[in-house]
Each structure stands twice: as C-alpha cells, then as structure tokens.
C-alpha cells in the first residue's frame, strides 16, 4: 500500500512554511520597495504566500554581489575538486528533501506530485552528481604549434550568468541553467518564473547548506519586465541563458544588443512532430508514447503535438492513442494516481482554451476539448485529439502549450519530412519504424536537435537537449553545456 497518499501530501502541505523572500548575497531578503505579489496554488485557487516583488534595484543589488564573488575568488578560484565536493553535498541536500521539492513544485504549477516524487525530483538528483563528477575529469588542450611555441587553450567561467527560467519545470530548468554555469565557477543570478517560485526558492537555501560561498548563488523573484528585462540589459552580466517562448527568447536577443553584446542562450518553443510508419513493429506501444504528449498537461516544448500517422493505419492507430489518453484524465495534483494535473494559472487556461475554439473550426474534435472545474478550480482541461488538421491550421502550426495533439496523416516517407520540416521550431522529433535504413533516413533528413527513434521525448544529461531554428541555440545537458558558460583562452609562449 503507498502510504503516500493524497491525505499524506495534504498533511504535508499544511506543515509547510513557505518562504517568499529573494536571495541575495548569502541572506533572503524582501524586494527594496517591500512589495510582494500572491502565490496561488492553480489546483485549488489557494493562495500559498507572498513573494517579494523585485524590481532593478534588487537586480542591480544581486549583479553586483555575483560580480563582488566572482572577483574575489571564493567560488571562481577554488580548484574543481572542491566544487565538486559541494555540488555533491548539493546533490545529497536534494536528495533528503524530495518530498518537500517534490510537493512545492505540484502545488506551485500543478504538476502531480507523485510523478514529481517518484520520477523528476530523483532524476535531478543524478543530474547534479553527473555534472559534479565532470568537473575534475575536463582537460584544456595544447595547440601543435612549432618548436619553440607553447600556446595553452584554457576553458574560463564567464563571470556572472543570468539565469531566466520557465514555470512548466521550475526546478529542473534552474538546475539545468545553473548546475553546469556553478560547476564551472561562475556566479549565477537566477530569476524563476512569477507563477513557480517556490522551488528556486529552496534551492537557494540548500546551496548555502551545501557550502556554495555569499554572493555566488543569487534568486530574485519578480516579473518579466521588472527583473528579467533588466537582467538582459544589465552591463554587467556576461552570459544569459533562457528557456521559454520564442517571443520572449528574441526580446533577450534584442537586450543583448543594446547592452553590453552578452552571450544569450536560448531553449525556446517547439512544435514537434511524431512521425508513426505502417511498419512499425508494435502499433500499441507506439499509441502509448504517441499519448505521453498529455504529460505535464502537455506544458513541455519538446511534447510531440503534431503527430503524422501513414495513412494505411491512421483510423487503427488513432482510436489506440484515444484509448491510452483516457490515463491521463486531470484530477487533483496530491491524489497519487492522478498522471494529469492542472494547468499552470487561469491565464494560461483559457489561452489554450482559446487554441481549443480555434481547432473546433478548423478540424475534427476527435475526443476532449473541455474545460473542466475540480474542487475549487477550473483550471482543468481533457486531454484532446483533432483529426484532418492540414499544415495551414492554426492548432498544426502554433505551440498551444496544452494538452493538445494535433494530427496528420501522410502516404509517403517524402511527404512525412516535407510536413515535418514544414515548421518555424526544431526543437526534437520522433520517428516510428521497424525499418533501420528508414530510421537513418528519416533522422539525416528531419531539422530537430534531438530525433528519437521509437519513443517520444527522451532526454538525459548525458546528451546535449536544444534546437534548430526558432527554437533556439546552445545545447543544456551533456559536456556541452560547459560551452555555454565558459570562454576560450589563448596564453602562447614562446621560449
């Protein structure tokens, strides 16, 4: 029997003190205006807290803490060994905290707390050790130069890194950003999204538990045009690193250039397509996986929402996904069967409903479609299927966010990449087959940063996660994701 059940989360949920303050220096600290704004559990309508409203003093406060770190030599200095053994620490302080980061984050955007239990909180866990075990094992290089030159190519933190991250996955997007900027001696000044604070939060008090020096890890809460514009315009930040919308990853562009010409990296949206052929070896795992776009309340950049079914057996293959998406019905966040939570605010609810509306007009609702109120909040929506959507439909091009599949049908392997292809993302695709050479195929010819073949969406920190196109550049995860955070450096000598 699992004890944890929904009585045992609420009865957790109440214990809680819920800590609003930003994070600045090494202490937390109410905005500099003293303003706060309201955090509301989505699934219920309850507000949670009251969280520091910040606004270009804080952020003016936090950069220059970052940067007084970064100088003096605390973090940026210390041998890669040493962080190391605090990232660890780090690591085993998430760890004894999982059920607490784990409820924060269901409560904060909706997310079902036992898939954020039993699955994410664990896998960041590892993520964390991953990048702590690669810091000391990163050799510099040494250019074939002629006899009598020695010129050293040396990989250096970048100084202070602006962290801006999404609300979809609050915790795992800022350990993501800033977990390799940490490891490779940056300072960070991390800016949660305004609808999921909650867990940026409480990894600012488990760095300074971990040992990670003042100044070094910084959360200033707020708004997008009261913090995040001001840290994409700020001087004194050398390196960006965003996750969210398209949008918003060209204003960083744009405050990049009128600035101080700072990297900017960004992880944007993405339309993704699953491509399933006829000689696909089991048609009902693929539906299973095809249905897995409803995870997250189908709030995942990466999510397959165009699925491209070979029209031999769209009909087959279609009622299979209907069926497997009857497991993701929303329910309550703390009930640990629910797999489909809320939304993540009511905003958000009714611009996917919008989407919705849109899609009636155009295609054919094929199941869901509706607004739903549980408890106290309608913040729920079915999980929903439209057929005969063509390439001009607004619910086949544009990213809804939501749980929403939208799906095609093709005769040939030509016309699946022409369709596929045919998009502004290239954020990751899959591709269904028994057939290896149409595997290698379908994944030279498809424009994605990540192509799966025979499963949806998968993603490690042992393999670069980004994409082509609009949905952005920079790649998180693997070694690669050093390269964000470091700059190359020439030292030649000649003796």
């Not at 706060?36 to 009251?50: F, H, I």
């Not at 001696?185 to 909650?198: D, F, H, M, R, Y």
């Amino acid at each position: 029997m699992n004890t944890r059940n929904r009585q045992y989360w609420e009865s957790k949920l109440s214990g809680l003190t819920i800590e609003g303050r930003a994070y600045i220096d090494g202490s937390f600290v109410p905005a500099t205006s003293g303003k706060t704004y309201q955090c509301t559990n989505p699934a219920t309508g309850r507000v949670l807290g009251s969280i520091a409203e910040c606004d270009v003093s804080d952020v003016n406060l936090a950069v220059i803490a970052a940067r007084r770190a970064f100088n003096s030599g605390s973090w940026s200095r210390i041998s890669p060994t040493a962080r190391k053994k605090v990232l660890l620490k780090l690591a085993d302080l998430l760890e004894a905290n999982l059920e607490e980061l784990a409820l924060l984050e269901s409560v904060d955007m909706g997310k079902p707390v036992a898939v954020a239990f039993e699955y994410e909180m664990p896998d960041l866990v590892e993520y964390v050790r991953w990048f702590a075990e690669a810091i000391d094992k990163l050799y510099d290089e040494v250019a074939p130069t002629e006899a009598g030159n020695l010129a050293l190519i040396r990989r250096e933190a970048v100084g202070v890194v602006a962290a801006v991250v999404p609300w979809n996955f609050p915790l795992d997007m800022a350990i993501w950003k800033c977990i390799p900027a940490l490891a490779a001696g940056n300072s960070i000044v991390l800016k949660p999204a305004e609808q999921s604070p909650l867990t940026a939060i409480k990894l600012a008090e488990l760095t300074a538990q971990a040992g990670i020096p003042s100044g070094v890890f910084n959360v200033v809460t707020g708004f997008g045009e009261s913090v995040g514009q001001p840290l994409g315009l700020h001087m004194d930040v050398d390196c960006l690193a965003f996750t969210g919308s398209t949008e918003v990853g060209k204003l960083f562009l744009g405050y990049a250039a009128q600035s101080n010409m700072k990297l900017v990296w960004l992880e944007c949206g993405g339309k993704s397509p699953n491509i399933v052929f006829a000689d696909t070896e089991d048609l009902d795992a693929a539906a299973e996986q095809a249905a897995r776009v409803f995870y997250n309340q189908g709030q995942i950049c990466s999510s397959p929402t165009r699925l491209l079914v070979e029209a031999s057996i769209k009909d087959d293959f279609l009622k299979r996904v209907v069926e497997h998406s009857k497991a993701y019905a929303p329910g309550n966040p703390l009930d640990p069967d629910v797999r489909m939570g809320s939304m993540a605010d009511a905003r958000h609810t009714e611009n996917v409903m919008r989407f919705i509306e849109t899609g009636m007009k155009e295609a054919r609702l094929v199941t869901g479609g509706r607004r739903t109120t549980i408890g106290d909040s309608n913040n729920f929506i079915e999980p929903t299927i439209f057929d005969n959507v063509e390439q001009g439909h607004v619910v086949g091009r544009e990213e809804i966010f939501g749980p929403v599949l939208s799906v095609f049908t093709f005769e040939t392997e030509e016309e699946a990449i022409a369709m596929a292809n045919d998009s502004i993302y290239g954020l990751m695709a899959s591709v269904f087959t028994s057939n290896l050479g149409r595997a290698h195929r379908m994944s030279d010819a498809l424009r994605a940063g990540t192509v799966v073949v025979n499963a949806v969406d998968l993603i490690s920190p042992l393999v670069p996660f980004g994409g082509f196109k609009q949905s952005g550049n920079g790649r998180d995860n693997s070694l690669h994701a050093f390269e964000k955070y470091t700059a190359l450096k020439t030292t030649w000598i000649k003796y």
